[in-house]
């Protein structure tokens, strides 16, 4: 059960309306990595866990809150678009260096939501479902999710950077704060269910089932031999269970294809078919 109350869970109070930055906020509600992502992503994986009660009860807890910051930016986008397009575009005409920037308005905001938030990207890309991840292995649903609040993060505090409305940073402020701790707890469960589980998702499969001879092999497919360099061609592997190698000239391990004909009735190209020569 869910219950709404009417306060915000922080501040969503603009200077001053701008429907060109509004668009711009759209990334991170509707966005891949936006708010409205990891709301769905989270409590599914809550609804869904099978596990310890505790990550059933921490992934809602984190959903609901995202929740929270859908709200908030849904309210901020609307006070952005406040007054716009009529106040705005009068401004524009008497000035045409405000008028190329009302180009980068959404025009939906005023045709399609009047003036409100729409479950988009920037670019007017409806949010889609499958830019979430719930696969019931808790180990790997915790890495997708410490790397969706790092892409998350890493767009606000861009928005960040490209505003001097004082409100919308110090509510882009609180953002990026709850991502640092959100950033913070799933190296935290991901650092709990490694240690219990091992590295390898998933760790219930026998390893004796795959083909442990390149298990621990980093294959250089490029131009150059930087990569060996890097700590995953030497040494211990991460797992615990091998040691990196570095094969500098990997040699192709499987066979020529060869393809059975299609039926006739496919009206593929023969086989043997060839372009006779121009005489």
């Known amino acids: 059960m869910f219950y709404h109350i009417k306060e915000l869970q922080y501040d969503a109070k603009p200077d001053k309306p701008d429907p060109v930055y509004a668009k711009k906020l759209q990334e991170i509600l509707g966005g891949q990595f936006g708010e409205m992502s990891v709301m769905i992503q989270y409590l599914f994986q809550g609804w869904n866990c099978r596990g310890e009660k505790k990550y059933r009860d921490m992934l809602l807890d984190i959903g609901t809150e995202e929740i929270a910051h859908c709200e908030m930016l849904a309210t901020m986008i609307a006070k952005l678009l406040d007054g716009a397009p009529v106040k705005e575009q009068e401004e524009a005409a008497k000035n045409p260096i405000i008028l190329a920037a009302m180009g980068g308005m959404n025009p939906q905001h005023a045709i399609v939501s009047g003036l409100g938030a729409k479950p988009d990207d920037s670019m007017g890309y409806p949010w889609n479902a499958r830019y979430t991840i719930a696969s019931g292995n808790l180990l790997a649903d915790f ?22 409305d004082r409100g919308v940073k110090d509510m882009l402020s609180f953002l990026i704060a ?11 469960a991901i650092a709990e269910l490694e240690q219990k589980e091992g590295f390898i998702v998933p760790n219930t499969f026998n390893r004796e089932n795959e083909k442990q001879e390149v298990s621990h092999s980093f294959m250089n497919f490029s131009k150059g031999t930087e990569s060996a360099e890097g700590r995953w061609a030497q040494g211990p592997s991460m797992d615990g269970t091998g040691t990196f190698e570095y094969i500098e000239n990997p040699e192709a391990m499987g066979q020529i294809p060869t393809m059975t004909p299609p039926p006739p009735y496919i009206h593929g190209t023969p086989p043997d078919f060839h372009i006779p020569p121009m005489e």
């Open 143 to 164: 890495r997708a999710n410490l790397n969706a609040e790092s892409q998350g993060r890493l767009q606000a505090v861009r928005l960040y950077e490209i505003t001097n």
């Open 178 to 188: 709850r991502d640092t701790m959100h950033q913070n707890q799933w190296m935290a």
